[in-house]
């Protein structure tokens, strides 16, 4: 799972705590990056790394690398921020550009998970919209997504339905 909140107890965590949760009970194993916590510099559109080369940046990516291409799946995990992912999240995002045929190849599975304060029916119209490009691009098959709509709490995440919605569909996986 790549967290990309801030708040490490907050909405869009605490969803990706009962899909770990859910996984797990599946048989999987889960392992988490955070985005917001571990040190990864922006992507500089260098292309030093020529899409499948070393990256010029020395950071924690070089060990990220592997551990994202030995996954079977992906799980993009972010608050809504102004209609769109995370900046820390995207960040991770932006550099995969330095193994970007490798994760491509991988034709992995993936899913989204957000939490957004807004419950209007168009509030995670471009997120999604992002999510499915990035499916698209990077050759990888959704598995499906939480979207937490009216989530602007932890406690009125965790009384909501979307808590079982993000168990379930980690409970899911085959």
């Given at each position: 799972?790549?967290e990309?909140?801030?708040?490490?107890?907050?909405s869009?965590?605490s969803?990706a705590?009962?899909f770990?949760?859910?996984?797990?009970?599946?048989?999987?194993?889960?392992s988490?990056?955070?985005?917001t916590?571990?040190?990864?510099?922006?992507?500089?559109?260098?292309?030093?790394?020529?899409?499948?080369?070393?990256?010029?940046q020395?950071?924690?990516?070089e060990?990220l690398r592997p551990?994202?291409l030995?996954?079977?799946?992906?799980?993009?995990?972010?608050?809504l921020?102004?209609?769109g992912?995370?900046s820390?999240l995207k960040?991770?995002i932006?550099?995969?550009?330095?193994?970007?045929m490798?994760?491509?190849?991988r034709h992995?599975?993936?899913a989204?998970?957000?939490?957004a304060?807004?419950?209007?029916?168009?509030?995670?119209d471009?997120?999604?919209?992002h999510?499915k490009t990035?499916?698209r691009y990077?050759?990888?098959r959704?598995?499906?997504?939480v979207?937490g709509y009216?989530?602007?709490?932890?406690?009125?995440t965790k009384?909501s339905?979307y808590?079982q919605?993000?168990y379930?569909?980690g409970?899911s996986?085959r």
């Amino acid at each position: 799972m790549l967290e990309g909140s801030p708040v490490k107890h907050g909405s869009s965590n605490s969803l990706a705590g009962q899909f770990k949760k859910g996984a797990e009970e599946a048989g999987h194993t889960v392992s988490v990056i955070d985005a917001t916590r571990t040190d990864i510099h922006p992507c500089t559109g260098c292309v030093h790394c020529g899409y499948e080369g070393p990256c010029a940046q020395k950071d924690a990516m070089e060990e990220l690398r592997p551990e994202i291409l030995s996954a079977d799946m992906l799980v993009f995990v972010t608050p809504l921020y102004y209609y769109g992912m995370s900046s820390q999240l995207k960040k991770l995002i932006d550099r995969f550009c330095a193994f970007n045929m490798s994760l491509t190849a991988r034709h992995m599975k993936c899913a989204l998970i957000a939490a957004a304060w807004n419950s209007d029916d168009w509030t995670f119209d471009a997120l999604t919209a992002h999510y499915k490009t990035l499916v698209r691009y990077l050759s990888m098959r959704d598995m499906g997504m939480v979207l937490g709509y009216g989530c602007g709490t932890p406690g009125m995440t965790k009384r909501s339905k979307y808590m079982q919605q993000a168990y379930e569909l980690g409970r899911s996986l085959r």
